[in-house]
């Protein structure tokens, strides 16, 4: 094996705990999508339902609603508390 193939081998070992970060970040990002395609399908539900403010589905959609908007909150706090460490990361 020759010098380059083991230093590159080398570095991607020292690397590991970054690429490792990298990809829990990139997961966040997907979850956090998928919450806000969640979100806009129940305002979208919320929206028709307006009529019957009373009814019990408005207001089991306007608790999902509620739950969802804070996961996305927690979701972008922890999206922001992984930030620094993604861009060392990256060296910027």
Do not use: W
């Amino acid at each position: 094996m020759d010098t380059t193939k083991l230093v590159g081998k080398l570095e991607d070992f020292f690397d590991l705990s970054k690429k490792k970060q990298r990809k829990k970040h990139d997961k966040l990002l997907k979850i956090i999508g998928k919450l806000e395609k969640k979100k806009a399908s129940l305002e979208t539900e919320l929206a028709e339902e307006a009529g019957d403010a009373n009814g019990e589905r408005y207001r089991d959609l306007k608790r999902k609603l509620q739950v969802i908007s804070e996961l996305i909150d927690k979701a972008r706090q922890q999206e922001h508390a992984s930030q620094p460490e993604a861009d060392d990361a990256t060296g910027a």
